[in-house]
């Protein structure tokens, strides 16, 4: 892509079936296939908050979410 630079570049679908897709393409991570069957369901959420984020993102998120749970712990027992 470095040596054939467009003037636009889009991603569209591939943002439905992946929410962190900045992450993704910044790091080379594989993307999870669409399913373009479940573009246009009539008031279901399937097909847009069903898809995963990548593994090492929901890893991050539940090292910070135990963070927060032990702080949370360490203070509550600093009052005790």
């Keep these: 892509m470095a040596a054939n630079r467009g003037d636009i570049v ?3 679908r591939y943002f439905i079936s992946n ?9 080379n991570l594989p993307l999870t296939p669409y399913n373009y069957a479940t573009f246009y369901l009539k008031k ?6 069903d898809y995963p984020f990548a593994e090492e993102k929901v890893q991050a998120k539940q090292s910070k979410f ?3 749970e032990q702080s ?3 203070l509550e027992q600093a009052r005790l």
């Design 66 to 68: 135990l963070q927060a």
């Design 44 to 49: 279901s959420p399937v097909g847009y908050i």
């Design 72 to 74: 949370e712990f360490v």
């Design 10 to 12: 889009a991603f569209g």
């Design 19 to 27: 929410p962190d897709l900045p992450v993704r393409l910044q790091k």
